[in-house]
């Protein structure tokens, strides 16, 4: 079972514009959900993170949007450059240990 | 801060012989490290969590006697993959964290076996 669904599986983008990505998890002990971008042949490098007690956090060109009570939360990067073309993963934790990610947002910024 | 490298980045090996990953946390004494295995254009998947001194638990489904773990210090855990066949081919990464709920990865280890 899927513990944390993500979507788009990939998503083009117009230099400039905005990449949003989407994730929805069934958990609600859930407590920390974080972004990773990967590079092909990389590891995946900690974006932005946000915890339930508020509704967005944002960070430089990135953003988290959060709602608690449809259990969803997104990424959205503003101003999208061809170098944050990558692979984004979502996840969702309780403990700090267990980390559920999502499949994974392939990402394409065309200049 | 909060690197984490392994070691080596690209290996490959012949069916039947084992293969050790190094995963090192460089500025800061990790409490906990984890090894995830990620196939291409897949997501990571969790094998194993490890905590200094003690033994690895491992995911459903992960053979603890194939994939051995060991985590010697803060700073080091070791990842065996004995008797290697083809269908362990794989990315593995390793994280680290030292408290709160932030994980850092390495930048994984490409294993070909032949």
């Known amino acids: 079972q899927q513990q944390v669904k993500q979507s788009p599986q990939s998503l083009i983008v117009q230099k400039g514009g905005i990449s949003i990505i989407n994730c929805a998890y069934e958990n609600t002990a859930f407590d920390y959900f974080p972004w990773y971008q990967q590079f092909p042949g990389k590891g995946p490098a900690l974006l932005i993170a946000?915890?339930?007690?508020?509704s967005e956090k944002k960070e430089g060109r990135f953003t988290i949007s959060f709602n608690k009570s449809a259990k969803q939360f997104s990424l959205h990067i503003m101003d999208s450059q061809p170098g944050d073309s990558a692979t984004y993963f979502c996840?969702?934790?309780?403990?700090?240990?267990?980390?559920?990610f999502g499949t994974g947002t392939s990402l394409t910024v065309i200049p | 801060g909060a690197v984490v490298s392994q070691h080596p980045s690209w290996v490959i090996c012949k069916s039947g012989t084992s293969v050790k990953i190094e995963c090192r946390s460089l500025?800061?004494?990790?409490?906990?490290m984890f090894w995830y295995r990620q196939f291409p254009k897949q997501s990571l998947m969790l094998m194993a969590t490890?905590?200094?001194?003690?033994?690895?638990?491992?995911e459903q489904g992960v053979e603890k006697d194939k994939f051995l773990i060991n985590h010697a210090s803060l700073t080091l855990s070791t990842l065996t993959v004995t008797s290697a066949h083809p269908e362990d081919s794989s990315f593995y990464i390793c994280?680290?964290?030292?408290?709160?709920?932030?994980?850092?990865f390495g930048p994984g280890t490409r294993l070909t076996v032949t």
């Open positions: 946000i915890r339930p007690d508020v």
């Open positions: 994280s680290a964290k030292f408290g709160g709920y932030e994980q850092y």
């Open positions: 996840a969702a934790s309780n403990t700090g240990n267990q980390f559920y």
């Open positions: 490890s905590n200094e001194g003690s033994k690895a638990t491992y």
């Open positions: 500025d800061f004494q990790a409490t906990t």
